[in-house]
Nanobody, 124 residues
């Protein structure tokens, strides 16, 4: 079992930055690939970024590539998403998720555990 709690969301102006954190419970955290997804009002939940269990492989949605960075610290049972050069269209609830695949995957159905979400609002 993995329990995930996001933090670090908030309101930021376009061009600004935020760092989201996802704290995981359970000693098996390091065996899970981790991902970030987001859902804007009226939109489906979409893939943002993923990182393998070892942290040696990452994957990003084209819309955030070059602006967002996913990382993890298994010793702290924490995964991060650094959001730079934020745009109003980045406004969404961001969800942390864990997948037992252990490697990067962009498919929502591959993730068994989900956090409660963190609101990110980017003003123009």
């Amino acid at each position: 079992q993995v329990h995930l709690v996001e933090s670090g969301g908030g309101l930021v102006q376009a061009g600004g930055s935020l760092r989201l954190s996802c704290a995981a419970s359970g000693r098996t955290f390091s065996t899970y690939a981790m991902g970030w997804f987001r859902q804007a009002p009226g939109k489906d939940r979409e893939f943002v970024a993923a990182i393998s269990w070892s942290g040696d492989s990452t994957s990003y949605a084209n819309s955030v590539k070059g602006r967002f960075t996913i990382s993890r610290d298994n010793a702290k049972n924490t995964v991060y998403l650094q959001l730079n050069s934020l745009k109003p269209e980045d406004t969404a609830v961001y969800y942390c998720a864990a997948s037992s695949t252990s490697y990067t995957t962009y498919r929502t159905r591959d993730y068994e555990y989900w956090g409660q979400g963190a609101q990110v609002t980017v003003s123009s």
